[in-house]
């Protein structure tokens, strides 16, 4: 076996090596005290709170605006409905909707056909009656005479029975009419019929009510007649003994003949139905040549540039609606925001049935335009918004950044990196913001939708 030679380490540097202040004691220990430091700043590094990351906002200042949304729909203020004046056969109407017509313009015309023959009679009867009383000096009555005056009694009393019995019918049509109209109003109060469908029974009763005047004045000119018959014939029996009496009586019949002529005659005249003011047709109600009763709707004519809106809201919106609150209209997708201002809060409200079948007290705002365009008509649907209280310079704040605590507002407002509870008092809202009247100030920041992670020093950190 082969020996190594033994090497011996010097004294020095034996002595070296084992003193503390050797260089390479205190490189160790360098070593080891760094090792150390790294470790404890790691685990403090782990232990340390996670800011938690959230969505955050200035408060700032500038405009807030509180408004009522809903919708409404555009309605011509000024719309007439013209009906037939008489009755008659309706002759075709020419005009379409849309057209343009002229106060006093005939649009519509009834076939006088119905009246003629009436007026030709009426002119006979009053002939005859004059004839009959410049003859009284020189005639007097004759038996043939007194029975023409018996049988004209018995034909009037016949009329009058007829129109008794016209009478009756036109007072059964009536009640039924407005039997259907009172469940037609508490059908559409329900909300099972429309509002239109409520209006044609109203339209019915209204009719009816017409049919029923008429057969009652018809009623009372034949009992006229039956009594003008019965004095007539009295009057021919007294001719025998003074035939003189005979002046007046043909002057009382002349007054009454010409009576029942200008009657009939005014009739006449009125079957050229005019439009009472100008603008375009709305809509035909009837178009075809056909027979129609006094009363008859026949078009609606309006002023298409004279447009208001009509916009239901709940009444307790309708509390903080004044007339002279401007109205932002969105008509349609592309077209510009139109405005608005409001005219009339109507003082009565109706029920109206919600789609969740939720019934709801509604009032009806009227609005007026101020700057409708022309491509803009009647009865079309609107989104708007209500305008009820605005100021252009206001402190505001989200309202997603605000909750309740105990019986206030509150918000987290970020300071050095930490949530702040900060108790605010709040004025006005509107959809997305709140006006802030006390707790905090312009520039601050705070948390939108705090969740219950977050307190008061909790680390944040903006998303």
């Known amino acids: 076996m082969k020996l190594l030679p033994r090497t011996t380490q010097p004294a020095s540097d034996l002595r070296e090596d084992l003193s503390p202040h050797s260089p390479k004691k205190k490189s160790r220990w360098l070593i080891y005290g760094g090792a150390a430091i790294a470790t404890f700043t790691a685990i403090v590094w782990a232990f340390r709170p996670t800011p938690i990351v959230v969505e955050t906002q200035a408060v700032t200042r500038g405009e807030l605006q509180v408004s009522v949304a809903a919708e409404g729909k555009t309605r011509i203020r000024d719309r007439f409905v013209i009906s037939a004046p008489v009755s008659g056969r309706l002759t075709r109407i020419q005009l379409k909707a849309g057209d343009a017509v002229q106060p006093g313009e005939i649009v519509a015309q009834i076939e006088p056909l119905t009246l003629t023959a009436p007026v030709q009679e009426a002119l006979g009867r009053l002939a005859e009656a004059r004839a009959q009383r410049e003859g009284v000096a020189t005639q007097r009555p004759k038996s043939a005479t007194l029975a023409q005056a018996q049988t004209r009694i018995q034909a009037a009393i016949a009329t009058q029975r007829q129109a008794e019995a016209s009478v009756a019918q036109a007072q059964a049509a009536f009640n039924q009419a407005q039997r259907d109209r009172q469940r037609a109003q508490e059908m ?101 040549a056909q027979s129609v009763t006094a009363g008859t709707p026949l078009l609606e004519i309006g002023d298409i540039s004279k447009l208001e809106i009509v916009i239901d809201v709940l009444s307790t919106d309708a509390l903080r609606i004044k007339p002279g609150n401007v109205i932002l209209v969105q008509a349609g997708s592309g077209m510009p925001m139109l405005k608005a201002k409001v005219r009339q809060v109507e003082p009565s409200a109706f029920t109206k049935i919600s789609a969740l079948g939720v019934e709801e007290q509604r009032v009806n705002v009227i609005g007026d335009f101020i700057n409708a365009p022309a491509s803009l008509g009647d009865g079309y649907r609107s989104d708007v918004q209500i305008v009820v209280w605005q100021n252009p310079n206001v402190l505001k704040v989200p309202l997603s950044a605000l909750f309740r605590c105990d019986q206030a507002w509150c918000v987290f407002s970020v300071q050095d990196s930490k949530a702040q509870e900060r108790s605010i008092e709040i004025g006005q809202r509107s959809t997305f913001e709140a006006e802030v009247q006390k707790g905090l100030q312009a520039g601050e920041t705070v948390i939108l939708h705090p969740n219950e992670q977050i307190t008061t020093g909790t680390p944040v950190k903006s998303r």
């Not at 057969?215 to 007294?238: H, I």
């Not at 003074?242 to 006449?268: F, G, H, M, N, T």
């Open 188 to 288: 559409a109060a329900s909300g099972v019929i429309s509002r239109r469908d409520r209006e044609n029974a109203e339209l019915v009763e209204i009719t009816r009510a017409k049919e029923l005047e008429s057969a009652t004045l018809a009623a009372k000119a034949a009992s006229a007649e039956v009594d003008v018959a019965r004095a007539a014939l009295t009057v021919l029996q007294a001719e025998q003994r003074d035939p003189d009496y005979l002046l007046k009586v043909y002057d009382a019949r002349i007054a009454s003949i010409e009576a029942d002529l200008a009657k009939l005659q005014d009739e006449a005249n009125r079957t050229s139905v005019r439009s009472p003011s100008g603008g375009q047709v709305l809509r035909l109600l009837q178009q075809s």
